[in-house]
């Protein structure tokens, strides 16, 4: 079946350093979105993609899809303490208009 | 307007047991999905709903059942709890235009503890 890998599964970062994560679907996508789930919270959406090479930004934090439609990465630059939590992507399959195919999630940790 | 909530927000149940968990979104939103969350995994979607009196199965529908009588709620329903379906459990809903879903809108969870 479809599936979207997500790595890393932790990130340790200092405060002020960058992070980053990566997915990567088994097949072709027709969009993707990125969702942001803080501790004891819900997922909440942040972004969705649509086009190939297709690149956003919100504030510190850049998006990107792959010409391919098969991977997509999230960039935060200059770590906050309120960046803290699980980054999610969530893929669209070509042939589905309901359901989405979940990343596992990357876990952002500030060191102390 | 309150979104996606859910009741209750905390269970507790023996094995064997039963019990629904109710989903109310107040968007207007024809779809709407119940996920599980385990540790350390992402979402894996149990059932959807994509309009009032239909229900589908989604990854992981074994020992759930749904049903979707007003276009606003949504209750998932477990007949006989087992350890396995300890889990944190949301409910999500989203807005369609010409057959396709866009961003979902989750409600805050139900922590479910089967003993």
């Known amino acids: 079946g479809q599936q979207v890998m997500q790595i890393p599964q932790y990130q340790h970062v200092q405060e002020g350093e960058d992070f980053t994560t990566y997915c990567n679907s088994s097949t072709t996508l027709s969009n993707i979105q990125w969702y942001k789930q803080r501790p004891g919270g819900h997922p909440v959406f942040l972004i969705q993609l649509v086009k190939s090479g297709e690149v956003k930004k919100q504030k510190r934090l850049t998006f990107q899809f792959g010409e391919a439609k098969k991977n997509s990465s999230l960039h935060i630059t200059a770590t906050q303490t309120t960046d803290v939590g699980t980054y999610f992507c969530?893929?669209?399959?070509?042939?589905?208009?309901?359901?989405?195919?979940w990343g596992a999630g990357t876990k952002l940790i500030i060191k102390p | 307007n309150a979104g996606v909530t859910q009741t209750p927000k905390f269970r507790v149940l023996k094995t064997g047991q039963s019990m629904t968990l109710l989903c109310a979104q107040d968007?207007?939103?024809?779809?709407m999905y119940w996920y599980r969350q385990d540790p350390g995994m992402g979402l894996r979607l149990i059932h959807y709903s994509v309009g009032e009196g239909t229900t589908a199965k989604g990854e992981v529908p074994d020992g759930y059942n749904v049903s979707r009588l007003k276009k606003q709620n949504f209750l998932l329903g477990l007949e006989s709890a087992a350890p396995s379906q300890t889990s944190v459990y949301f409910c999500?809903?989203?807005?369609?235009?010409?057959?396709?879903?866009?961003?979902?809108?989750f409600g805050p969870g139900t922590r479910l503890t089967v003993t």
């Open positions: 999500a809903s989203s807005y369609s235009s010409r057959g396709i879903s866009y961003e979902q809108y």
């Open positions: 969530a893929g669209r399959g070509m042939d589905s208009n309901y359901q989405l195919i």
């Open positions: 968007m207007n939103h024809e779809y």
